[in-house]
């Protein structure tokens, strides 16, 4: 598959999944009155293993063991989010409007994730050939 393919793909995924783990955290936090910090903790812990899932089967086609790869792509995860904390931390720091910094903090996160899950976490000769819809 085309790199064109995959950043469809991984684009879709992260909104599905962005818009399935809000759905969980409010669902928890408003319909079920759980804390709203265990409500936060469920949700993403479902967005992360969600991502995991579909990056490796639908956006990369991932065909190795899957998982040994889970350490990696948490280890991905956090160093993108790393990465989008300072990034907003410092641009906040240096006056950028907070709005307009998460936007930009979001963009580098995005975009890291993209590369290292591609090249690091999901990089394998044994991509599956099947195509998923």
Known sequence: MSVLGQL????????????IGLVIILTLQNGLGVHPLLSNMVGYL????MGYHFHRT???RYGGNAVER???YFLVVAICYLLNVSTLTFLTWIGIDPSRAQIVAVVIYSV???ILGKWLVFADKKATTRCAP
């Open 46 to 49: 479902i967005g992360f293993l």
């Open 8 to 19: 469809w793909r991984f684009g879709i995924v992260g909104i599905a999944n962005t818009a």
């Open 112 to 114: 890291s994730h993209f």
């Open 70 to 72: 889970v350490p990696h």
């Open 58 to 60: 639908w956006t990369f």
